[in-house]
């Protein structure tokens, strides 16, 4: 089945770590994009991608970064600059601007 | 800049009662798009609708059914008879031409046997 599979479901990191949060579909979607979710709270853009080897910051890019090498895949890294990771990450892709974003099943970051 | 406004936090009704979740959208494009979306306590976002600007026709599925008003920038969803089944988060969000979306921060609704 098409869709986009989000990985670890939950993640645990140590102070001064850097993890990496995995995001593949296999839609054909030609944009992808990370939110960050805090509790009772809405979505947050992290960063996004319209396309292959190109990628754009959202309001809350400091403390993370992406790659985006393929089309079907778009890797978060949480770096240690990122004093308060813990939250709930949610990845999406669409095939355009007038299509709705498709969403994964999160990851969950927590900090040992 | 685009912007989505929910302001209703949190709302609790009794089953079977009606529901209104409102949405209020700022936007200098012409085009343009909204979206509402379902995130039940699992987590995932649910695609529910969509509605271009040029589109003011509102919509009925179910007991699902929205307004969308261009003057008053709003785009409502409505839950008629509503279930505990219905209890989740509900996002709006705005789609422009530059790919990206904003969301707004979201309406708790719990719906009590």
């Known amino acids: 089945d098409g869709g986009i599979t989000q990985s670890p479901k939950y993640l645990f990191r140590k102070e001064g770590q850097n993890v990496t949060l995995s995001c593949e579909q296999n839609l054909n979607h030609d944009a992808m994009y990370w939110y960050r979710q805090d509790p009772g709270q809405g979505l947050r853009l992290i960063y996004y991608?319209?396309?292959?080897?190109?990628?754009q910051k959202g309001d809350i890019a400091e403390g993370y970064s992406v790659s985006r090498e393929k089309k079907e895949s778009f890797p978060l890294t949480v770096t240690s600059a990122q004093k308060n990771p813990t939250a709930f990450y949610l990845c999406?892709?669409?095939?355009?601007?007038?299509?709705?974003?498709?969403f994964g099943d999160g990851t969950r970051l927590s900090i040992l | 800049a685009q912007k989505v406004t929910q302001a209703q936090t949190e709302i609790s009704v009794v089953e079977k009662e009606d529901v209104t979740l409102d949405c209020v959208y700022e936007?200098?494009?012409?085009?343009?798009?909204l979206f509402w979306y379902k995130q039940p306590p699992s987590g995932e976002l649910v695609f529910l609708i969509r509605r271009n600007s040029f589109d003011e026709q509102n919509e009925i599925s179910g007991r699902y059914s929205w307004n969308f008003q261009k003057s008053t920038s709003s785009f409502n969803f409505t839950i008629t008879a509503s279930q505990v089944v219905d209890s989740a988060v509900y996002f709006c969000a705005l789609s422009e031409g530059n790919n990206d979306m904003r969301f707004g921060a979201g309406t708790r609704l719990t719906v009590k046997p």
């Open positions: 999406a892709s669409r095939y355009s601007s007038n299509q709705p974003q498709h």
């Open positions: 991608s319209q396309i292959v080897n190109d990628f």
């Open positions: 936007t200098r494009d012409t085009t343009y798009y």
